[in-house]
């Protein structure tokens, strides 16, 4: 019995460095070099070449530092996208989502998580912590660029999450919307899914046992980072896309999210479109759809 509490525990903690510690993550793989044949080729060389400003933020909770790229929109503007990246990712993997909004007019800020990319930390915390430090990033935006700003809050696979679960948060109300691109339901959820899918390991004692570590070390368990709770509590407007053949965050996700979201919402799956593929998939569908929601909120 001895032994196997030990292998537990070392699994525990095995597992914790490789879904919650600082470190390079292999589950989604490394981003291909830019082609003319990509469907999003325009939009990420934009992103690629475009003047960038970088802003630096201080975490919620901690003493380290964020940073972010910003790039103001063609013709001045108080309109402002804040992106969210996913888990295993980075700014620089956002160049498709951050040249989409410039194209329809807005001012792109898109920092690096915690312990992701530039940005400071030890531990990233899938939604719980970077929600309060993606709040921080938002009121900078106010603090630049004043009251009248109009800012929509958009993140994909893990920044999907957080942008839910900031929308549990009391929010400033220049933040007027959110498009959240398939997130999960809580982190809990997804981790146990993952540990079936790529371990074929059942969710007892492992994941509860890796969340417990996760408690000791990095401050939340991962029941905390529950998206489904959070929009439960949202009453802002709210974009849900996932694809409909996501296998990483399965597409049944979004529907428990989206019944659950209390603030005015849309739902969009793109038919054959797999995890964070849905712009790449069909993106004349995506932004028509990202553009229609938003003209009902930013004037």
């Not at 030890?122 to 709040?135: I, N, P, Q």
């Not at 957080?162 to 007027?176: N, R, V, Y």
Request: aromatic content about 12%.
């Amino acid at each position: 019995m001895g032994v196997i509490i030990v292998a537990l525990v070392g699994a525990s903690f095995y597992f914790y460095n490789m879904t919650v510690a600082r470190g390079k993550k292999s589950f989604i793989g490394a981003p291909k070099a830019l082609t003319t044949d990509d469907p999003l080729y325009t939009q990420k060389h934009w992103y690629q070449t475009a003047k960038k400003y970088r802003w630096t933020e201080t975490a919620a909770d901690a003493n380290f530092k964020l940073v972010a790229n910003y790039i103001p929109a063609t013709r001045a503007t108080k309109k402002t996208v804040v992106l969210v990246h996913g888990f295993a990712s980075s700014k620089e993997q956002m160049g498709g989502y951050a040249g989409m909004f410039h194209q329809l007019g807005y001012n792109v800020l898109v920092p690096d998580d915690r312990a992701q990319g530039a940005s400071g930390g030890k531990a990233m915390s899938y939604g719980y912590f970077e929600s309060r430090d993606y709040l921080k990033w938002i009121n900078q935006v106010i603090a630049r660029q004043g009251k009248q700003s109009q800012i929509v809050l958009f993140g994909v696979s893990m920044g999907g999450a957080t942008t839910m679960i900031a929308s549990g948060l009391k929010t400033p109300t220049q933040l007027k919307a959110y498009i959240e691109d398939c997130g999960y339901t809580t982190a809990d959820d997804e981790i146990r899914y993952q540990a079936r899918q790529m371990y074929n390991l059942p969710y007892w004692p492992l994941v509860p046992m890796t969340s417990a570590v996760t408690r000791l070390r990095a401050g939340f368990s991962f029941k905390d980072a529950d998206a489904v709770s959070a929009v439960k509590k949202n009453h802002k407007p709210m974009l849900f896309i996932h694809g409909g053949a996501d296998t990483f965050v399965p597409t049944k996700m979004v529907y428990q999210v989206y019944h659950a979201d209390a603030g005015p919402k849309q739902l969009l799956v793109v038919p054959g479109a797999k995890h964070a593929a849905a712009l790449s998939h069909n993106p004349q569908l995506y932004q028509a759809t990202v553009k229609r929601f938003l003209t009902q909120y930013f004037h």
